[in-house]
């Protein structure tokens, strides 16, 4: 076994025996943070186990113009995606009850509806997405920082995008097998082949940024961004109908088709780009 698929195997050892830790921690802070930084634990036991340098990690920033294209490609995505979910009206715009709750959090009982939901885009867009950065940090640790560039050594573009996407989906797929993660409107089945499109499409975007900077950064970035936006803003204010879970989030088709759509394109450009296996 060569050096690349020793730490991978190793790697992958590591999240499957951390991963009860995770999720009893989970439900006993009621966060997913601690459930995400076993996986950064597990990058961190397979570079000492196998003498890996922690640095090759990919702890440099890269070029920013990466980083704004990993921060707008999951806001762009997302946004179309509900504005065909409200367009077609599989959902509304917007709902007025949440809008109230947040109101009512803000202590801004005088604003208007627009003004709340123009201040909760902003907070959204830095406050919010910047609180996320520990528990996806400590994702992408592993998934892009240690795995991506490990699979490269042995495996094409499109093996290393598509096999890291899965293999962060299975990750996933106990949590919705219990019921902690995912909605109660639709089939198992169909949220958990939804759900792996939409990871492994946004998996091949990482996997382009992480060869083309060499970094992690805008792995995280994009992945802080996609779940910022989706999570805070546009699922919550979206007024649910019979139709809508079928529809929004990650567990239904509108976003991961849009995400499929820029996951191609940033295929095509990989294939192009690093289509060889690395020797």
Not at 41 to 48: D, E, Y
Not at 122 to 129: D, G, I, K, P, R
Not at 229 to 247: D, I, R, V, Y
């Amino acid at each position: 076994m060569n050096s690349s698929w020793r730490i991978t195997s190793t790697f992958i050892l590591f999240v499957v025996c951390l991963y009860p830790l995770g999720v009893w921690l989970l439900l006993r802070f009621q966060s997913a943070s601690p459930l995400m930084l076993t996986v950064g634990l597990a990058a961190v036991g397979a570079c000492l186990v196998c003498g890996r340098q922690l640095s090759s990690l990919g702890w440099g920033w890269g070029d920013w113009k990466y980083q704004y294209q990993s921060y707008l490609i999951p806001l762009a995505y997302a946004a179309i995606a509900y504005v065909g979910i409200w367009g077609f009206s599989l959902g509304s715009w917007y709902d007025s009850g949440a809008v109230e709750q947040i109101r009512s959090g803000y202590m801004l009982d005088s604003w208007s509806d627009e003004s709340i939901i123009a201040l909760r885009f902003v907070l959204t867009a830095t406050v919010s997405f910047v609180l996320l950065l520990p528990g996806v940090l400590g994702e992408e640790v592993g998934w892009r920082g240690l795995l991506v560039p490990a699979l490269s050594k042995n495996l094409s573009f499109s093996q290393v995008a598509i096999l890291s996407g899965i293999l962060w989906s299975m990750f996933h797929w106990p949590l919705m097998l219990l019921g902690f993660y995912g909605n109660s409107g639709t089939p198992l089945l169909f949220q958990l082949v939804i759900f792996t499109v939409c990871l492994t499409s946004m998996s091949v975007v990482m996997a382009y940024f992480r060869y083309k900077t060499n970094s992690l950064w805008p792995a995280v970035t994009f992945h802080m961004s996609h779940n910022v936006f989706l999570q805070k803003f546009f699922t919550p204010l979206t007024e649910a109908n019979e139709s809508t879970e079928w529809f929004a989030d990650e567990f239904g088709v509108a976003v991961p088709i849009v995400a499929t759509v820029f996951g191609l394109y940033y295929w095509r450009k990989g294939v192009r780009e690093f289509g060889r296996v690395e020797t």
